[in-house]
């Protein structure tokens, strides 16, 4: 009896959350063990009430919070002081003055987010969670400061925390569908906001893994309100479409609410499936939660490579046991300010290694060597040289690298070198950088370059030897 509780304890911390939040709405969507898929929460147990209202209210005459519709209506009421724009105010770290008050945004977002994440708790309670997975319209380094900073309040010692963009959330959404309805491009109209948001999902199934995209746009003439919107609409979907494969469209958002797009419907539903809701996002999200926390076949073949993610595979040229072979460093369809690695590696007599660089979105593999000089005169392998690697931003590779020696043999001068690579264009790659001497009272530099760079497919021999992987 009591092991089989056991058991039952643990699938329970293998459910996964996805939240889809932006200053306007929240939602949420859950996954538990043994679900094909996601089920969002209704505010309304017997309605499709999903959308939360993104919204705090302290009462005029107490000390008493309120969030979502409460708060909406009291506000109309003039019961209660409202707090909005809770997102975009946390990734400002403003403080907000609600009734004469003052209070840290980041704390507001948290409480919003303590209050609607209850909604869950009677299916399972969030320090059980696996994983939670925010989806927001746009990712930033503030915003994923401001999420965390907030969530962090919240206590959940057990969940893996991640934030992705609204289009990763709708590419997680569409590969965890079943393949028929995304064997060809597929299109997204939100129109949640005041005009149309259109994504367009495509893939380029040449690469392996598949590479994904998801062009985004805003069309402004297609704005709530007007008399010739369904007009407006359809020549919008006949530009979108044009002469594109498209086998599903998605509509979600508010503004979708009526009847007013019936010759439209009718023009996108010649030879397409076409879906009509509310939660993608936060479904998306949760999909994201279950694939991270356990991948399968199909999260493993497809890889996401949106406006913010690294777009190439970066291995470093090096023989491991033997056998010369490409390691991975950074992998493509990570953000890029999420990408980062270390490692250690011998270096031959010639005091160089190679970095491959392989895109996903149809360019041409290159390898890069980096030339460290300045190094003292050793027999080969006896030089080891600690590298970490990450992002200065979307298109900029940043490499630190540092002699550790050879224990007592030849001890570590601990020389530093710095270096920038451009991985979007062959020839922007940065030609030399400083490094510093880390010794005490040590004030000599040194230049790090790229010592040569050439296309992979058009090169018979590596031009020096390659470095050797240390075994840890």
Same mark, same amino acid.
């Given at each position: 009896?009591?092991?089989?509780?056991?058991?039952?304890?643990?699938?329970?911390?293998?459910?996964?959350?996805?939240?889809?939040?932006?200053?306007?709405?929240?939602?949420?969507?859950?996954?538990?063990?043994?679900?094909?898929?996601?089920?969002?929460?209704?505010?309304?147990?017997?309605?499709?009430?999903?959308?939360?209202?993104?919204?705090?209210?302290?009462?005029?005459?107490?000390?008493?919070?309120?969030?979502?519709?409460?708060?909406?209506?009291?506000?109309?009421?003039?019961?209660?002081?409202?707090?909005?724009?809770?997102l975009t105010k946390a990734a400002h770290q403003?403080?907000?003055?609600?009734?004469?008050?003052?209070?840290?945004?980041?704390?507001?977002?948290?409480?919003?987010?303590?209050?609607?994440?209850?909604?869950?708790a009677p299916i399972v309670r969030p320090e059980?969670?696996?994983?939670?997975?925010?989806?927001?319209?746009?990712?930033?380094?503030?915003?994923?400061?401001?999420?965390?900073?907030?969530?962090?309040?919240?206590?959940?010692?057990?969940?893996?925390?991640?934030?992705?963009?609204?289009?990763?959330?709708?590419?997680?959404?569409?590969?965890?569908?079943?393949?028929?309805?995304?064997?060809?491009?597929?299109?997204?109209?939100?129109?949640?906001?005041?005009?149309?948001?259109?994504?367009?999902?495509?893939?380029?199934?040449?690469?392996?893994?598949?590479?994904?995209?998801?062009?985004?746009?805003?069309?402004?003439?297609?704005?709530?309100?007007?008399?010739?919107?369904?007009?407006?609409?359809?020549?919008?979907?006949?530009?979108?479409?044009?002469?594109?494969?498209?086998?599903?469209?998605?509509?979600?958002?508010? #503004?979708?609410?009526?009847?007013?797009? @019936?010759?439209?419907?009718?023009?996108?539903?010649? !030879?397409?499936? *076409? $879906? =009509? %809701?509310?939660?993608?996002?936060?479904? #998306?999200?949760?999909?994201?939660?279950? @694939?991270?926390?356990?991948?399968?076949?199909?999260? !493993?073949?497809? *890889? $996401? =490579? %949106?406006?913010?993610?690294?777009?190439?595979?970066?291995?470093?040229?090096?023989?491991?046991?033997?056998?010369?072979?490409?390691?991975?460093?950074?992998?493509?369809?990570?953000?890029?300010?999420?990408?980062?690695?270390?490692?250690?590696?011998?270096?031959?007599?010639?005091?160089?290694?190679?970095?491959?660089?392989?895109?996903?979105?149809?360019?041409?593999?290159?390898?890069?060597?980096?030339?460290?000089?300045?190094?003292?005169?050793?027999?080969?392998?006896?030089?080891?040289?600690?590298?970490?690697?990450?992002?200065?931003?979307?298109?900029?590779?940043?490499?630190?690298?540092?002699?550790?020696?050879?224990?007592?043999?030849?001890?570590?001068?601990?020389?530093?070198?710095?270096?920038?690579?451009?991985?979007?264009?062959?020839?922007?790659?940065?030609?030399?950088?400083?490094?510093?001497?880390?010794?005490?009272?040590?004030?000599?530099?040194?230049?790090?370059?790229?010592?040569?760079?050439?296309?992979?497919?058009?090169?018979?021999?590596?031009?020096?030897?390659?470095?050797?992987?240390?075994?840890?």
């Amino acid at each position: 009896m009591f092991l089989e509780h056991r058991e039952k304890e643990e699938n329970k911390r293998q459910a996964t959350a996805g939240y889809d939040l932006t200053d306007a709405y929240a939602q949420i969507s859950y996954c538990l063990p043994g679900e094909p898929c996601p089920k969002t929460i209704s505010l309304q147990a017997d309605q499709e009430q999903y959308l939360i209202p993104a919204l705090l209210g302290r009462y005029t005459d107490q000390d008493l919070w309120v969030y979502g519709p409460k708060a909406q209506a009291a506000a109309a009421t003039g019961e209660v002081f409202l707090a909005d724009g809770l997102l975009t105010k946390a990734a400002h770290q403003e403080m907000v003055e609600v009734g004469g008050q003052n209070y840290s945004s980041i704390a507001l977002l948290s409480l919003f987010l303590k209050r609607t994440m209850s909604l869950l708790a009677p299916i399972v309670r969030p320090e059980r969670l696996q994983a939670l997975v925010f989806s927001v319209p746009e990712v930033s380094v503030p915003i994923l400061s401001a999420v965390t900073d907030a969530v962090g309040m919240l206590g959940l010692k057990n969940a893996s925390l991640f934030l992705i963009g609204r289009a990763e959330s709708f590419f997680y959404y569409n590969i965890c569908q079943p393949e028929e309805l995304w064997k060809q491009d597929v299109l997204l109209c939100d129109f949640s906001g005041t005009f149309l948001h259109t994504l367009l999902f495509t893939a380029n199934r040449k690469t392996s893994p598949v590479a994904c995209f998801v062009e985004e746009a805003d069309w402004k003439e297609v704005a709530a309100g007007r008399k010739d919107l369904d007009q407006r609409f359809l020549e919008t979907m006949k530009a979108v479409i044009g002469d594109r494969n498209i086998s599903c469209v998605y509509l979600i958002g508010e #503004g979708f609410l009526g009847e007013w797009y @019936q010759e439209s419907l009718r023009f996108l539903c010649q !030879e397409r499936r *076409v $879906f =009509l %809701g509310n939660n993608l996002y936060s479904k #998306g999200a949760c999909y994201a939660a279950r @694939q991270r926390m356990t991948p399968g076949s199909v999260s !493993e073949d497809y *890889v $996401f =490579l %949106g406006k913010d993610m690294l777009k190439a595979n970066i291995s470093l040229y090096a023989e491991k046991r033997g056998q010369d072979s490409c390691h991975p460093l950074l992998d493509a369809g990570t953000n890029w300010y999420d990408a980062k690695a270390e490692i250690d590696f011998l270096l031959e007599e010639e005091n160089r290694f190679s970095l491959r660089i392989t895109p996903l979105n149809g360019g041409e593999i290159r390898d890069v060597e980096i030339a460290l000089t300045g190094l003292p005169q050793r027999p080969a392998r006896t030089t080891r040289i600690h590298l970490q690697i990450d992002m200065a931003d979307l298109t900029t590779l940043r490499l630190n690298m540092e002699d550790f020696g050879f224990g007592e043999f030849f001890p570590a001068t601990h020389q530093f070198w710095e270096n920038t690579i451009s991985i979007g264009q062959p020839d922007t790659a940065a030609g030399s950088s400083t490094a510093a001497q880390a010794s005490a009272g040590a004030d000599t530099t040194d230049t790090a370059t790229v010592a040569s760079e050439q296309s992979a497919a058009g090169a018979d021999a590596k031009s020096a030897a390659p470095p050797v992987l240390a075994e840890s």
